[in-house]
């Protein structure tokens, strides 16, 4: 007789999501039990907006980062469902950078477009706190806590799916006389408002997509003046004036911030936009992902499966560093479900086969050298892994248009959002903003859709 499978998912955002989803269109004599842990009360993961910080109102660590006025850095022509586009969504074309809730209004109508209510499959304000492997058994012991009720509860799984994201414990460094500092010091998780900097000034940690959006946030609303500081690379965009990029911060001083240049100011803020930590604290240690931000992460087959312990049965979604996101969320969640479903051809290899071909992917990773090659590289593993399950989220014309993005925004940091893409499944062309980014202060999904050429 076949073993029963019974599959535990950890987090109901557009991971987790994407895998129930999937599992809920399989076929009846091949789908498995299915449980959805998620530790918030809604779906949606890092697309909730919360007024939270710290610790949420159990006292749980506050999973979102997101703020008011956040927008797509990306085109959303480049994370488009192919069965499920923006057109079919609002049922009239929008324009390609949406505020925050536009895009989880999206998501939300993917999630609840099929003929199944997949809340039924979630048991929300539930935090997983422990998973094991029992090697003898080949399954999992999984405890997990009702927040609401205080009562815990183990359960047994064949396979467990990890997709609690990335991007929720952040990175703190520290910098000589820190503590000294007489100011606000926040991490960019814990930034909801730009309003609040009006008339400071601003030394903003880092030289990546937060940094970039948090300067830029920050002067739109009335910050006196923002300086980036960078530790391997500047970004080098043509900002606007008030925005200036200098040298990793050495030391500070009270409210004086030197700099590896030999320069200094004076400053009222200190934004750490320093990136995320890895943080898997349920999991046990043999089957702890503990990586850097990567384009593909060590020990894993398709950058899903991990190969550290689990027996082949513990998948990670969405753990490398993303240009195609909810793409490849997808592409991934579907064939995990498929592979733990035995119904991809060719699957199972065996564990040689697999980390050969985890070899090759982590070889070529290390030869990146641009984010243009990222974006190649990232279209070729999606290419690898939809080819296996018949899926196609047409990724090499998603990578043309992401090189573009690349290029709007060197071009013009501040405008880039007024850029129109064309959707590769739809085939409409976004219209155009009638007011720009720069000049909206109403990011509504209303305001939004109200706000085109
Ligand atoms: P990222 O993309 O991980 O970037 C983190 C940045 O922080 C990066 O520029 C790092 O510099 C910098 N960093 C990290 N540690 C330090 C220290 N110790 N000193 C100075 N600078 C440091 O995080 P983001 O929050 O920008 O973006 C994460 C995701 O959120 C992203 O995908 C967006 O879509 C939303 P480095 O280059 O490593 O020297």
Same mark, same amino acid.
């Not at 990793?248 to 001083?253: A, E, I, P, T």
């Not at 992902?289 to 990567?294: A, D, G, I, M, V």
């Given at each position: 007789m076949s073993e029963r499978k019974r599959v535990c998912i950890i987090g109901a955002g557009p991971c987790g999501m994407a895998a129930l989803c999937h599992f809920s269109q399989a076929a009846s004599d091949v789908r498995p039990e299915v449980v959805c842990y998620e530790k918030q009360a809604t779906w949606g993961g890092l697309w909730n907006f919360t007024w939270l910080t710290g610790t949420d109102e159990f006292g749980e660590p506050c999973h979102g980062g997101q703020y008011k006025h956040l927008w797509s850095n990306g085109p959303k022509e480049c994370l488009e469902f192919p069965d499920y586009t923006f057109n079919d969504h609002f049922q009239c074309p929008i324009p390609s950078f949406p505020p925050r809730d536009a895009l989880r209004d999206y998501l939300e109508g993917r999630w609840t477009n099929g003929d199944e209510d997949l809340r039924k499959y979630i048991k929300f304000t539930t935090v997983v706190r422990s998973v094991v492997y029992n090697d003898a058994s080949q399954n999992f012991t999984v405890v997990s806590t009702d927040l609401q009720a205080g009562v815990s509860s183990t359960e047994v799984f064949s396979h467990v799916i990890v997709a609690v994201g990335i991007f929720n414990v952040p990175n703190k460094p520290y910098f000589d006389g820190i503590e000294k500092f007489e100011g606000r010091i926040m991490h960019s998780h814990d930034f909801r408002d730009a309003k609040e900097f009006k008339g400071q000034r601003l030394l903003v940690v880092g030289a990546s997509y937060s940094a970039e959006d948090l300067a830029l946030q920050c002067l739109k609303f009335g910050a006196k003046s923002v300086i980036c500081t960078w530790?391997?690379?500047?970004? &080098?965009?043509?900002?606007?004036?008030g925005i200036e990029e200098r040298p990793?911060?050495?030391?500070?001083?009270n409210n004086m911030a030197y700099f590896k240049d030999g320069s200094s100011a004076e400053v009222d803020v200190i934004i750490l936009c320093t990136g995320y930590r890895y943080a898997?604290?349920?999991?046990e240690d043999r089957l702890r992902?503990? &990586?850097?931000?990567?384009m593909y992460p060590d020990n894993m087959y398709k950058a899903?499966?991990?190969?550290?312990?689990g027996g082949g049965r513990l998948f990670y979604l969405g753990v490398e560093d993303q240009y195609f996101t909810f793409t490849m969320f997808e592409t991934e969640a579907l064939w995990c479900c498929r592979y733990i479903m035995g119904t991809i051809s060719g699957e199972p290899k065996s564990e040689a086969e697999m980390r050969a071909d985890a070899d090759k992917w982590v070889s070529r990773r290390n030869g990146l050298k641009s984010p243009n090659d990222d974006i190649d590289f990232q279209a070729d593993f999606i290419a690898d892994m939809s080819s296996a399950v018949g899926y196609n989220p047409e990724e090499q014309k998603v990578a043309d248009m992401l090189h573009k993005w690349k290029r709007d925004k060197v071009v013009d940091i501040v405008s880039y959002r007024a850029q129109s893409f064309r959707s590769v499944f739809s085939g409409i062309e976004a219209p155009l903003l009638k007011h720009r980014w720069w000049k909206v202060f109403d990011d509504s999904k209303d305001a939004f859709l109200k706000n085109t050429e």
């Open positions: 530790r391997t690379k500047p970004m &080098s965009f043509k900002w606007p004036i990793l911060l050495q030391q500070l001083d898997f604290p349920f999991l992902l503990q &990586s850097r931000l990567t899903t499966l991990w190969l550290g312990g």
